[in-house]
């Protein structure tokens, strides 16, 4: 759930740095889990480019910023001679293609006014490491480039940008349209200091977008005229994109009035719901590994729920919720969580000890705790899974907490205790918290 919008989404963590009432999907409970505010990743949602989600709006009448992509200067000079060809455009907008907002103010959005610009931008742009307020620190490398066409020509009126997105409000059980007549690259800035300029309309998904509601959008955005009617077309059909795809968010930022009054979509950041894609097949391959984890994709490859952290303790478990708990017992124990690990209902040796070799491949990690509840699963077999697991992988340098609860739980400890290796057993979550501090004490 990606990055860069801004709604009110109860059940979240609140970014202290916004205005009241203003949480970013970033900080999503599950999605953010400790509040990572660099991090994008969001469980059960797929992130892609911006030219995918360009080519998913054009197929419900979007309008968009027409563009080529390129994955070298040579390949972007003859994106942009087929792009003059077909749209008449003679300058260009060559646009770093990351999985992040503000590439603009990062030097990943550049115009070039010739070919010759387009081939030098393209190559300072391919293979940078891009560093944006989305990316941390250590930025994402850039693969591709889409070259656009220049939409910002003179004619009859003022060109004028906005701001929209199409998004779940989990507190009313609708979907709500956000809009601003502030659009551009410092939305931010605008929902933390004029939060009175954010417009909201909610829709309800049991009827859809009303028409009456696409025309009270475009009459607050204040257009009027060919415009007012481009907008009306804009919102429904971009409502519409939003809704037959079952995705997590649509943001357009901005949405693009036009000198000659066109409306159209000049950016487009789309979040993909994961759990909808068995009716979407076909979206599956718009996944872009280059931009995940690279223990996070090793993770999904095996089935397993992980979302790296910047903490010490590495943790797995089986389920969500217990997940959340075991991190805030991390927390409390005076450790910081290193991971989100979910092996699920049935562990058994293989995924364990999956989990055990990409926890260890963070060099943070001074401790794992493993915490299961053996419901579906009994608790002795996750011990001999355990127990499998730590000889297959040999030496494992860091100590290891292993907390089991629920069917056989005592033979599930009894098998721990009486292994010989480096692992300490708990029956009570709060046992398993003095174990982490013991152990992170003596390093």
């Given at each position: 759930m990606?990055?860069?919008?801004f709604?009110e989404m109860?059940?979240?963590y609140?970014?202290?740095?916004?205005?009241?009432?203003s949480?970013?999907?970033?900080?999503c409970l599950?999605s953010?889990?400790?509040?990572?505010p660099?991090s994008?990743f969001?469980?059960?949602?797929?992130n892609?480019?911006?030219?995918?989600g360009?080519?998913?709006?054009?197929?419900?009448?979007?309008r968009?910023?027409?563009?080529?992509?390129?994955?070298?200067?040579?390949?972007a000079?003859?994106?942009?001679?087929?792009?003059?060809?077909?749209?008449?455009?003679?300058w260009?907008?060559?646009?770093?293609?990351?999985?992040?907002?503000?590439?603009?103010k990062?030097?990943?959005?550049?115009?070039?006014?010739?070919?010759e610009q387009v081939?030098?931008?393209a190559?300072q742009?391919?293979?940078?490491?891009?560093?944006?307020?989305?990316?941390?620190?250590?930025?994402?490398?850039?693969?591709?480039?889409?070259v656009?066409?220049d939409?910002?020509?003179?004619g009859e009126s003022?060109?004028?940008e906005?701001?929209?997105?199409?998004?779940l409000?989990?507190?009313?059980?609708k979907?709500v349209?956000?809009?601003?007549?502030?659009?551009?690259?410092?939305?931010?800035?605008?929902?933390?200091?004029h939060?009175?300029?954010?417009?909201?309309?909610y829709?309800?998904?049991?009827?859809?977008?009303?028409?009456?509601?696409?025309?009270k959008?475009?009459?607050?955005?204040g257009?009027?005229?060919?415009?007012?009617?481009?907008?009306?077309?804009?919102?429904?059909a971009?409502?519409k994109?939003?809704d037959?795809?079952d995705?997590?968010?649509?943001?357009?930022n901005?949405v693009?009035?036009?000198?000659?009054?066109k409306?159209?979509?000049v950016?487009?950041?789309?979040?993909?719901?994961e759990?909808?894609?068995?009716?979407?097949?076909?979206?599956?391959?718009?996944?872009?590994?280059n931009?995940?984890?690279?223990?996070e994709?090793e993770?999904?490859?095996?089935?397993?729920?992980?979302?790296k952290?910047?903490?010490?303790?590495?943790?797995?478990?089986?389920?969500?919720g217990?997940?959340?708990?075991t991190?805030?017992?991390?927390?409390?124990?005076?450790?910081?969580?290193?991971?989100f690990?979910?092996?699920g209902g049935g562990?058994n040796?293989?995924?364990?000890?999956a989990?055990?070799?990409?926890?260890?491949?963070?060099p943070n990690v001074?401790?794992?705790?493993?915490?299961?509840?053996?419901?579906?699963v009994?608790?002795?077999?996750?011990?001999?899974?355990?127990?499998?697991?730590?000889?297959?992988?040999?030496?494992i340098?860091?100590?290891i907490?292993?907390?089991?609860?629920?069917?056989?739980a005592?033979?599930?400890?009894?098998?721990i205790?009486?292994?010989?290796?480096?692992?300490?057993s708990?029956?009570?979550?709060?046992?398993a918290?003095?174990?982490?501090?013991?152990?992170?004490?003596?390093?």
């Amino acid at each position: 759930m990606q990055t860069g919008c801004f709604c009110e989404m109860p059940g979240t963590y609140q970014n202290p740095a916004e205005s009241p009432g203003s949480v970013s999907p970033d900080y999503c409970l599950l999605s953010r889990l400790l509040i990572r505010p660099e991090s994008h990743f969001q469980l059960t949602s797929m992130n892609i480019h911006e030219y995918q989600g360009k080519e998913i709006l054009k197929r419900y009448g979007v309008r968009v910023q027409e563009g080529i992509t390129a994955n070298t200067a040579e390949e972007a000079v003859e994106a942009a001679k087929k792009l003059t060809a077909e749209t008449g455009t003679s300058w260009y907008v060559v646009k770093a293609q990351i999985h992040a907002g503000g590439r603009g103010k990062g030097g990943g959005v550049k115009l070039a006014k010739n070919l010759e610009q387009v081939k030098d931008i393209a190559g300072q742009i391919i293979g940078m490491q891009l560093v944006t307020k989305q990316t941390g620190a250590e930025g994402r490398k850039v693969h591709k480039v889409l070259v656009a066409q220049d939409v910002y020509y003179p004619g009859e009126s003022e060109t004028k940008e906005y701001y929209m997105s199409v998004l779940l409000d989990r507190a009313t059980g609708k979907n709500v349209i956000i809009y601003t007549t502030e659009g551009g690259m410092d939305i931010e800035e605008v929902a933390e200091e004029h939060p009175d300029k954010i417009n909201k309309e909610y829709v309800d998904p049991a009827v859809g977008l009303r028409p009456f509601q696409a025309s009270k959008i475009a009459f607050n955005l204040g257009l009027t005229g060919p415009a007012q009617k481009e907008m009306v077309k804009f919102v429904s059909a971009l409502y519409k994109a939003y809704d037959d795809t079952d995705s997590a968010m649509f943001e357009i930022n901005p949405v693009l009035k036009t000198s000659d009054n066109k409306i159209l979509a000049v950016d487009a950041k789309v979040t993909l719901d994961e759990n909808a894609l068995y009716r979407h097949k076909d979206f599956a391959a718009l996944r872009d590994t280059n931009e995940e984890d690279p223990l996070e994709v090793e993770a999904s490859e095996s089935n397993l729920n992980y979302v790296k952290l910047d903490g010490n303790v590495g943790c797995m478990v089986n389920g969500a919720g217990l997940a959340m708990a075991t991190m805030d017992i991390i927390k409390l124990s005076g450790g910081e969580p290193a991971n989100f690990l979910d092996v699920g209902g049935g562990a058994n040796a293989q995924t364990v000890e999956a989990g055990f070799r990409i926890i260890l491949k963070d060099p943070n990690v001074k401790a794992i705790l493993i915490n299961i509840f053996g419901g579906i699963v009994r608790c002795d077999r996750v011990a001999n899974g355990v127990v499998e697991a730590y000889k297959n992988i040999g030496d494992i340098k860091v100590p290891i907490i292993v907390r089991l609860q629920g069917t056989n739980a005592e033979e599930g400890a009894r098998i721990i205790d009486e292994s010989g290796l480096k692992v300490y057993s708990a029956v009570l979550l709060k046992d398993a918290a003095e174990k982490v501090k013991e152990v992170l004490a003596m390093q």
